[in-house]
């Protein structure tokens, strides 16, 4: 879950669908870690499902697992062009990052059972 920044020109927009998947693959930047950069040609597969739930916060479904691949994939023209509210590498600061996991399903390594999690966003 995120809150993605206000943009004055929400008419920009009007391509990207309630739903839907992003696809961009990306790499690290070298000249300016940490961050991370799209490159269709050398960087690694990174899958995003998005459903927007109002204007400004969207529902995130990592496919992969990427660095930065939920935060690039929101700022990036070719994502959602929308930089997640607080993101300094890829937005603008604010007072927190708002992105939050507000759920994690995974099988214990040891026991093998079925471990699932639920935190609502504190910001919403």
């Known amino acids: 879950m995120a809150i993605l920044e206000d943009l ?5 927009l009007d391509h990207l669908d309630k ?7 990306l790499r690290p930047d070298p000249m300016n870690r940490p961050r991370q950069v799209v490159d269709h040609e050398h960087g690694k597969r990174a899958v995003t ?5 109002s204007e400004n916060v969207v529902a995130l479904y990592p496919q992969t697992g990427r660095t930065h ?13 929308r930089p ?41």
């Open 69 to 81: 691949q939920l935060r690039i994939h929101c700022a990036h023209p070719e994502g959602l062009g």
């Open 8 to 12: 004055e020109d929400l008419d920009n």
């Open 19 to 25: 739903t839907g998947t992003i696809s961009l693959s």
């Open 84 to 124: 997640i509210k607080g993101d300094e590498l890829y937005g603008t600061k604010a007072d927190r990052l708002y992105l939050h996991a507000e759920q994690i399903w995974f099988r214990h390594p040891i026991t093998g059972e079925d471990m699932h999690f639920v935190s609502p966003p504190p910001f919403l």
């Open 49 to 53: 499902d998005y459903e927007f739930l």
